[in-house]
């Protein structure tokens, strides 16, 4: 080897000799979290991932899904040929925004007016069909308004928690009285979500509590001759008890 200069430095190849690691560490992991850590984001969260992916998805999907009830409650407003309709096409899809999220337009004054022209299994059918649908959609909209941070410390407070705990004990049966009788519905469309009670179950409890509830009603309108102004009277006053109480809250917030 040549002599090393004066102010020059000294370089000496050494063998490098792996350093012994244990059972279930490796490189790998060393390096995916210097990986996750350099870049700043988790690899769960991060802009790009597949969770994040999804969560943006859910969100197109629920606006999709928004703006196709918009639409149909729209054309059934407007449409006057639509409105007036006896088809059972148009109950169908008149289920959907009457059932979705906070329910826009009340349901029973329009099973009365089926009932009227169709017999009420038929009625009922039809109806329920459509609602377990709307239910599903209801289901996977508050999943994803769940998973939000806001909604989450909500769900942490203990009046919360304590509802919770109280539906968990007899979840099915509170879905069955909620669906048949007249009490607001909406409330359990939260509960099943941050209960993470499965959506199955959910749904099986909705067709068996709307069902006679639809039959029942729209028997009526079948056995009996209700007069076209109460009908529309229900209607509207129905409509004003669900849906002014939501806008005086949005007007005195701004």
Do not use: C
């Amino acid at each position: 080897m040549p002599p090393v200069k004066k102010g020059q430095a000294e370089h000496v190849t050494r063998p490098v000799i792996p350093a012994p690691t244990e059972a279930g560490a490796s490189t790998g992991s060393d390096h995916g979290a210097s990986t996750g850590s350099d870049h700043g984001a988790s690899p769960e969260f991060g802009p790009g991932t597949g969770a994040g992916n999804g969560f943006r998805k859910r969100v197109v999907l629920l606006l999709s899904e928004a703006a196709i009830i918009l639409a149909l409650l729209a054309t059934w407003l407007l449409v006057e040929s639509v409105r007036s309709g006896k088809s059972l096409i148009v109950l169908f899809f008149y289920s959907f925004p009457s059932e979705f999220l906070v329910g826009l337009v009340p349901h029973e004054p329009v099973l009365i007016y089926w009932g009227g022209f169709h017999p009420a299994w038929v009625v009922a059918l039809v109806s329920v069909v459509s609602t377990v649908m709307a239910e599903g959609l209801n289901y996977s909209a508050f999943g994803l308004v769940n998973e939000m941070p806001a909604f989450q410390a909500v769900s942490a407070k203990k009046p919360v928690r304590d509802i919770i705990r109280l539906f968990d004990r007899m979840p099915f049966r509170a879905i069955l009285v909620a669906g048949f009788t007249p009490v607001p519905f909406f409330p359990i469309r939260f509960l099943v979500v941050m209960a993470e009670y499965p959506v199955a179950k959910y749904l099986l409890a909705v067709f068996l509590s709307r069902a006679p509830r639809f039959f029942i009603l729209a028997a009526f309108g079948e056995f009996f001759d209700v007069p076209g102004v109460i009908l529309v009277g229900l209607f509207v006053g129905m409509l004003a008890l669900v849906n002014v109480p939501l806008v005086f809250r949005f007007l005195t917030r701004r």
